[in-house]
């Protein structure tokens, strides 16, 4: 397997597989490789295989002045073990001088989708997540790029930059990956200890509720997102940053539920904030 770390190296690697006739897939990831990043690298060698790059690059630019950039987990060795055990071809793990050359000025902002939800919570996020997708997805031309479900609300702004911008790239979602007890995977989970990781349980709960009134009928948003508040409530020391029901287009609230629908939470377990979701079926 191969690391590369400039853009003209990741460029010259994906046309030389297009030139043999293969399809090209891109994993973008900010590096902490879990099993849930495992099952986007396997769904990609899948589709393409022996053409997979797995993009390892923390971007400083979707992080807010008082988030965790710096003590963001670094696993370097750890992921690329990972990423060739699931099938990666290539790693791009390019500096933050290669990504945002000095004087670098251009961004990309998804209005509207950009300030709802984690966007809401976060501002400047989505802009920094739009930026650097677009500079892989220039970088590496690939046929499809691979995204996790629980990153919902990211996923909902690069489907529309890839549309607006008339991309060729395809975005595929895969599902949530969970501990066995329900927990969504994420790089962020290590930060717990072990009384917050319990008490982060709530989050899977409250998804689980609200699945399960969907499933008997319930499509009053009201009632729902009040469900899932009463869980939050059996839980005092978890702090609700959020509770929706949105389109999973617009990312704009719902007052019914259907099929389609995206429920989503996010709250902070200590100093952790973490997310979840489901797609109602």
């Known amino acids: 397997m191969q690391i590369l770390q400039t853009v003209d190296e990741l460029r010259a690697w ?10 090209v897939g891109l994993v973008p990831t900010m590096g902490a490789l879990h099993a849930g990043h495992a099952s986007l690298i396997r769904a ?6 022996g053409r997979v790059a797995v993009s390892i690059f923390v971007n400083p630019t979707q992080f807010g002045p008082n988030e965790d950039f ?11 073990a990972l990423a060739e055990q699931e099938g990666a071809t290539v790693i791009f793990a390019p500096s933050v001088e290669e990504m945002y050359p000095a004087g670098a000025a251009t ?23 739009a930026t650097v997708v677009v500079k892989l997805l220039i970088a590496a031309e690939p046929d499809a790029a691979f995204f996790g479900q629980k990153d919902a609300a990211q996923v909902a702004v690069l489907r529309r930059m890839v549309e607006d911008f008339r991309l060729s790239t395809r975005i595929v979602v895969c599902p949530i990956v969970r501990e066995p007890d329900g927990l969504a995977l994420s790089s962020r989970n ?12 709530a989050l899977s709960r409250a998804v689980r509720c609200v699945e399960g009134l969907f499933a008997k009928g319930e499509r009053n948003s ?14 005092p020391q978890v702090r609700v940053d959020y509770v929706e029901l949105v389109s999973w287009e617009s990312l704009l609230p719902v007052t019914t539920a259907k099929p389609g629908t995206l429920f989503a939470v996010a709250a902070w377990v200590g100093t952790t904030r973490l997310i979840d979701n489901t797609i109602l079926r």
Do not use: K, N, W
């Open 14 to 23: 994906s046309r030389a597989q297009r030139c043999a006739g293969g399809q």
């Open 222 to 235: 009201d009632v729902l997102i009040a469900a899932a508040h009463s869980v939050f409530a059996e839980v």
């Open 70 to 80: 710096a003590r963001y987990p670094r696993t370097f060795v750890a992921d690329c």
């Open 107 to 129: 961004f990309v902002d998804v209005e509207g989708l950009s300030d709802r939800l984690d966007g809401q919570s976060r501002p400047g996020h989505f802009r920094g997540v």
């Open 190 to 201: 290590t930060y717990l200890s072990g009384e917050e990781r319990r008490q982060a349980l």
């Open 44 to 49: 990609a060698a899948q589709a393409c295989p």
